[in-house]
């Protein structure tokens, strides 16, 4: 994927190009410090994913909803110190796909990006835990420029599902799969945020609903 990282903040930009240039998805990054310089990238046409923080100097959400008119296979991700209902809303009625804090753990940013890449949302466990405190049901609110397809869930999560249904715990997840014990929790917020239920056992129906596991693994484990 072509990757764009949006701040005005240089120093905010070498360090996330240090981290994300090791991303094997990632094959070419440019940065830029200005809503005029998005503007220009957007007219260039092709998809890439853009890490940006509208809310930074010399950036606006406008400068959002102008790039995606110019060129709708733009995939967004805010990127911001900022958490507020409001500053959620305004971003994504304005097209914004997924949101993370700057104060993220680096693997849910690379995790992010790579998600967004493939076409799914995806929140880090700071800005899920607004979206709940506020109610709010982001694929209800009303997009200015685009209109997001169904929230799909993604390799890794439908992995950590399986592994959740069969009674793993996170500190088991993460060791299996190699990843931090905080990523595994937050790709745990995000599945249940996306299937909008509220503990494992809603995970667990989810799992067999769908296939992933066999009822029959349940029903032997009760005898």
Known sequence: ??????????????????????????????EISNGKQLIDFAQQGGMAVVL????????????????????PSLKFIGL??????????DALRGGVMSYIKKDCDLQEISDAVIETAKGNKFFCGKILETISKANLDVDDIDHGVLTCDPVLMS????????LIAEGYTNDQIAEMLFLSKHTVNTHRKNILFKLGVKNTAGIVMYAVKTQLVSPNKFLFAAN
């Open 1 to 30: 994927m072509r990757l764009l990282l949006a701040d005005s903040n240089q120093l905010i930009r070498v360090g996330l190009k240090s981290t994300l240039s090791g991303l094997a998805e990632v094959h070419s990054i440019v």
């Open 52 to 71: 940006i923080d509208y809310t930074a100097e010399g950036f606006d959400i406008n400068d959002v909803i102008a790039s995606l008119r110019l060129n």
């Open 155 to 162: 390799d890794r999560e439908n992995e950590i599902i399986v």
């Open 80 to 89: 911001t110190y900022l958490q507020s209902p409001q500053t959620l809303v």
